[in-house]
């Protein structure tokens, strides 16, 4: 029974470790892909905004998101900062800057 017990506590623990270490790569990949990319500014519209809430009571935590349709018709969902994510409105048209999958910025037309 000890042996039982111990190999099934040495293979939780392998797939413990090997989900780590593919969250870690995934999560770093992603990280040198952004870096790789280049910084683009283009002509955008703000066609929608959510905010996604994780966790609850004092864990709770806010994702904003923006979709921006471009110029060229594709659209492209950013995640935001919170403070920006109030002074965006369905509509609002200007110059988005982002790289890859990381917003960079949006310059309202006035």
């Known amino acids: 029974m000890n042996l039982l017990a111990g190999l099934l506590s ?5 797939a413990i470790v090997a989900a780590a270490a593919y969250f870690v790569k995934k999560a770093l990949a992603e990280q040198l892909a952004n870096d790789a990319s280049p910084v683009i500014k283009t002509r955008a519209t703000v066609v929608g905004k959510r905010v996604e809430v994780t966790g609850s009571g004092n864990s709770a935590k806010s994702h904003c998101r923006a979709l921006f349709e471009l110029e060229d018709g594709q659209k492209v969902e950013l995640p935001i900062p919170g ?3 109030g002074f965006l409105n369905e509509g609002d048209t200007g110059t988005l800057t982002y790289q890859r999958l990381r917003y960079k910025g949006f310059a309202r037309d006035i």
């Open 10 to 14: 040495f293979v939780i623990l392998v």
């Open 83 to 85: 403070d920006e994510y």
